[in-house]
């Protein structure tokens, strides 16, 4: 079968892009760089914004209807925000054809897999992604085709999911230049509250609490620990809300190491204040 | 009187520079270069290392013992960490000429200002200030004469401060190349904890949160919120122990903060979440 065969080197016909932003976008121009497809479709509410990405060069088609590019499509890559994915896949998943598959860029994965666990089509296939590259711009205008280049890509397989069609999706991540690791949708969750979720909202109540008063007294630590607070507060909000318990328990250690350096300043303890301190500087350090 | 002459224009026949690391080394980087003193002494514990600043030229004269160096200049600036100017403060009270000014660059100056008070002798005076220049480098190697251009420089009276002092000392961060703010040392205090200390504070706690299973799954958020934790514990350590009470009032105002955005989490309240992570990408935005 021709169709099976292109997709067992990692190419396709028709890739379609739902959300072409930075994202999307960047992925479309990783497709067209790698030849990974002969056609991209990109679907957004925005037709100007579309054609201007099209005219653009990163997308062949500019489509409004997710519902008729999935029936022309082979692969489906989700690139909206995480509280628009279950919707859409469930849309394409009642007009695209058997034998097509489903991926998405969220950054939640337990919420959206288990919402689609079971309301797929036989022979459809959804498998949950999350490739950890982004920027602080917005916009296929900044699409860059070597964003994904040597970063990871989480693939999250779920109870019921076809290991062919893991095998799939995994091979096109990679096939976009990333390093692709396998765990389950929860596993994801749970680190990545660790090291994104919680990081972006203390970086958020930091910045809540400069004032007027205080704003010319602030200096680079401040700009550098509250940066990501300027992030797209609907994209964060959905991402907090659909990761709530493992958001939860993530702040539940940080305020535990909170608790425990505040605790030696306030018995006056420097010796477990430097320690403390001393530790969590031979972590950053090593993320260099 | 030629030397009440020489300091009304803010240039001084010697300056004794205390801690000759990088905001030592960058202070004798732009006293030179703006010609605001006939000579400058550095001083420190360790003979080769102000040999080296000397031979590199940003000193005239390396000197351990403080007393010697005392005896000889007309300005003071304690360039040590905030743990080590009262002491040094004091020993060189003993042993200075009358007329003597003396100031610092301590992050914290409740404390200093306190201790010092009263302690001075007759026509010996010292004013505190704080510099709101900084880097991450560290050691004389990285001296920036342009370090301190166009920064602020909080400098705090307190209550017996001679105002002719006060002004000299205004004038000497002005001549390097700041603008001066006055405030007292409790105000200072209060500001800085919730600018500086305490986002410190809070990327160290971030930071230690890391652990080996998930340090391959942070991305520049990460890395942007915890950057500052990698300054140096035994400095820190002594500014949160020197700045105390502001400190926790400060992280007090913090978890504020954080119990408000978890609270809407917990709740599933996304309308008082995305306001709230609104208004923190608001402030954010307002710094840059």
Known sequence: MPQSSLKSTGRFDTICIVGVGLIGGSLAAA??????????IGVGRNLPRLQSAQQAGLIDDSVVDLSAAAAESDLIVFCTPVDKIVTGVREAAAHCRPGTLMTDGGSTKGAICAAVTGAM?????????????????????HA???LYQDRICVVTPHDDSDPVAVAQVSEFWRQVGMTVIEMSPEEHDNIL????????????????TLRDETRPFTSSGFRDTTRIAAGD?????????????AMLAGLDQFETQLRELRG???RDDPETLVESLRAAREKRESLE
């Open 31 to 40: 497709v067209q760089q790698r030849q990974l497809a002969a056609r991209i």
């Open 121 to 141: 089509p036989a022979d459809v296939h959804f498998v949950g992604a999350h490739p950890l590259a982004g920027s602080e711009k917005q916009g296929f205008e």
């Open 144 to 146: 860059n085709a070597d």
């Open 193 to 208: 509250a660790e090291t994104s979720h919680v990081p972006h909202f203390v970086a958020a109540a930091l910045a809540a």
């Open 233 to 245: 507060e609907q994209l964060w909000a959905a991402i907090f809300q659909g990761n709530k318990t």
């Open 264 to 266: 030696a300043i306030e």
